[in-house]
């Protein structure tokens, strides 16, 4: 039995890189694939270059969307997650704040990146719509991947991060720009996963460093939280966390109940109303805009 780390996936094939750098291909046993990027596993060859997953090993974190039919896995083991976003085109606040749910509920540090800030035509409507978050104590670094990658580059030090955002948001120039390697690691991925020079995977992990590694995963559209319940979805808004555990009613929906010490917060400011709206639309109070 050897010990490796999934550095990328496609599908139910997997690319498992170990301590002294070498990789090869994994398949898991079973028809049911629960691996997902940075997974520490054990693994065992069946060929010369091939291997079967036997065993993944207990994680520190996961991240993950769900719908009511299924899940997809984004990355395991990380520390961070860094949410890129852009001047333009425009991004979806809600997939923003579905992310940061989705990190809170596993522990993970956020970083905020405000990409093609040299792009000014939308640059302050970017700005207001970032400045939510930064009231919350987000942290959000403003840069142009073309041109001030590297200022990125402190906030990944030491630690596994994986990016995030939605399709036209420049995160592969970023990865390009910060590990020019990248385009060259993917060919040979996919070569080794006979997929294609062009295959997209699920998620790639690339080393920055001995103690620093980067996941990029695809462009999201959308950001399932099915597998969260109510209550784990109002404890990851954490401007409500003052405010839970006062209602009146201790299953206080914060809908119409009698003696709610969220509404209060919400209609003084001190809760900002677009964040409350999303929580409503999140548990079914509100329909989908």
Request: aromatic share 6%; hydrophobic share 35%; with cysteine.
């Amino acid at each position: 039995m050897m010990h490796g780390r999934v550095v990328a996936a496609h599908g139910r094939q997997y690319i498992v890189e170990t301590g002294d750098g070498t990789r090869l291909p994994c398949f898991p046993r079973g028809k049911k694939s629960e691996v997902a990027c940075g997974d520490e596993v054990e693994f065992a060859r069946s060929s010369a270059d091939q291997g079967v997953i036997e065993k993944i090993l207990p994680r520190r974190s996961l991240l993950y969307r769900s719908n009511e039919i299924r899940q997809k896995l984004i990355a395991a083991n990380v520390d961070q997650l860094v949410v890129v976003v852009a001047s333009e085109p425009a991004f979806s606040d809600d997939l923003v704040t579905r992310a940061l749910i989705a990190a809170e509920s596993e522990d993970i540090e956020v970083l905020i990146a405000l990409n093609k800030c040299d792009l000014t035509d939308r640059l302050a409507e970017a700005r207001r719509q970032t400045a939510i978050f930064t009231a919350l104590g987000y942290r959000v670094l403003e840069l142009s991947a073309l041109h001030h990658a590297d200022d990125l580059r402190p906030h990944l030090q030491g630690r596994t991060s994986v990016l995030v955002g939605q399709s036209g948001m420049g995160k592969s120039t970023l990865v390009n720009a910060l590990i020019p390697e990248a385009r060259a690691a993917t060919r040979e991925i996919s070569q080794a996963l006979d997929s294609g020079k062009h295959t997209t995977t699920h998620a790639t992990l690339y080393h920055l460093d001995a103690d620093s590694h980067l996941i990029d995963s695809p462009g999201l559209q959308e950001f399932g939280l099915g597998h969260l319940g109510r209550g784990e979805i109002e404890y990851a808004f954490r401007e409500f966390r003052p405010y839970l555990g006062q209602c009146r009613f201790r299953d206080c929906r914060h809908d119409r109940e009698p003696d709610c010490a969220l509404r209060p917060a919400v209609e003084s400011g001190t809760v900002d109303k677009s964040r409350f709206a999303s929580y409503r639309r999140l548990v079914g109070l509100e329909p989908a805009p």
